[in-house]
């Protein structure tokens, strides 16, 4: 369990707080290309790390993330005119370009200066692997966009998908270190009647429900691996963390998948979902697929990107289901991991759990960030940031005679790097 303190640090991410401190020195997904279609199009709203925000799409192609509130009066910034390279408010005429410069004033005398002295709060955007990344820390260490495998393959290699979480980040991130859930939440009796079979080896997993979690520290992060035994040997399902969240899911073939997950605030988080095959398009049955909403996608209220099934619905629970076809009663693995997050209510009390031998992932997760955190606030820079190459990694899964994490990764090196 964590004390209430590390609790709190944990899972604060607001300006000024330890942890989102740390978020704010990395790259963060933050909208689908398709919120911005275009140039002048309609601004969005975005909240990101305790801050309401307002992103938009210039007339020459930038992006921009600007604070939601004019800093003349506070009017939003939502109701803008998207126009000539700029951002205008409609109360009193005040532009702004994604830099957050003022750049006119209409409302001043001409021969005024008074807006080179406003700066409305911006960040700079990029789009990077089928999403628009924000990076909301301070100018001096802004690092390179991380070169993660899947958003550097070509677009019809991979697929994105985004989808709100109300809860914590840190809920959904350790369901992704948790190996031992998947025989239990994403348990069907008859494995051959599973919706979303594609994605893991599921007798392997389900006949062997309490594995071996070793974990290993790493530059980038965390891997972890999970042992059962099998044939002989042992079968391994190493897992990556690249921080801040950022999960890497092994799968007997590609395409491989996993998550990153973006704080909104304290109590709400954007889940973006991401499958690719590094070697060739995806097939319009695999794009189909993850699109079903069987997978880790749920689908989700059109035009929004609010999941069908909530809170508010019990997440579409089916009681004979759960009797006769498998172990929750809901229907996909997606909404089966929302369910579970999203019932330890906005933020979870950490001190109130009891765990155990297969949790060793989900405490060196949280010790990891914890610890980035604190040394953040004496000055200690994440290396991570700083050396974004070290995200040219991979998760792996397979046999092995070997029953070592370490042996085990040296076996595989060749398939833990990638190749793009």
């Known amino acids: 369990m964590l004390s209430t303190h590390d609790n709190g640090i944990l899972t604060a ?8 401190e740390l978020f704010r020195r990395f790259w963060l997904p933050a909208l689908l290309p398709a919120e911005l279609p275009g140039p002048d ?9 305790g801050e309401n925000l307002v992103a938009f799409h210039t007339t020459s192609g930038e992006v921009g993330f600007i604070a939601e509130s004019c800093p003349h009066r506070g009017a939003s910034m939502f109701f803008g005119r998207n126009e000539e390279d700029g951002l205008r408010c409609v109360y009193h005429g005040w532009k702004f370009d994604t830099t957050g410069a003022c750049v006119d004033m209409p409302n001043e005398p001409a021969e005024s200066n008074f807006k080179h002295k406003i700066r409305a709060t911006a960040y700079p955007a990029r789009e990077h692997g089928g999403l628009i990344w924000v990076y909301m820390g301070p100018p001096a260490v802004q690092p390179g966009l991380p070169p993660i495998e899947w958003a550097r393959v070509p677009a019809s290699h991979r697929f994105v998908a985004k989808v709100h979480l109300s809860a914590n980040y840190m809920q959904g991130l350790e369901g992704e270190m948790d190996s031992a859930h998947v025989a239990f ?5 008859n494995v051959d ?3 979303n079979r594609r994605g893991f080896d599921a007798t392997r997993l389900f006949a062997a429900p309490a594995p071996a979690i070793l974990v290993r520290p790493t530059a980038y992060g965390m891997a972890y691996g999970a042992r059962r035994p099998a044939d002989g040997g042992y079968h391994w399902r190493v897992t990556q963390l690249l921080l801040p969240t950022h999960s890497m899911i092994p799968g007997p073939n590609w395409p491989h998948f996993g998550h990153h997950w973006t704080p909104a605030d304290d109590e709400n988080t954007w889940n973006f979902y991401y499958a690719y095959h590094p070697d060739r398009p995806l097939t319009e049955e695999e794009r189909a697929y993850y699109g079903s909403g069987v997978t880790a996608v749920p689908q989700k209220v059109p035009g929004t990107f609010t999941p069908l099934a909530s809170r508010a619905n019990d997440y579409l629970l089916d009681r004979e289901m759960q009797r006769t076809r498998n172990f929750t009663g809901i229907h996909s693995s997606g909404v089966q991991d929302m369910a579970m ?10 001190t109130r759990e009891h765990l155990g031998t297969t949790d060793a992932a989900v405490i060196m997760a949280r010790r990891t960030l914890i610890r980035m955190a604190l040394d953040l606030q004496q000055g200690i820079e994440p290396e991570a940031a700083a050396h974004p190459e070290l995200y040219r990694i991979r998760p792996v899964e397979g046999v092995s005679p070997t029953g070592d ?3 085990f990764m040296t076996e595989r090196s060749e398939e833990l790097r990638s190749v793009h």
Do not use: K
């Open 341 to 350: 997050a999203e019932s330890m209510g906005p933020i979870y009390d950490r």
């Open 405 to 407: 994490l370490d042996a």
């Open 193 to 195: 009647q599973m919706p």
């Open 13 to 20: 991410v607001g300006p000024g707080t330890p942890m989102g």
């Open 185 to 189: 939440l994403h348990r069907w009796f």
């Open 41 to 49: 199009c309609p601004p969005v709203r975005i909240r990101l790390l």
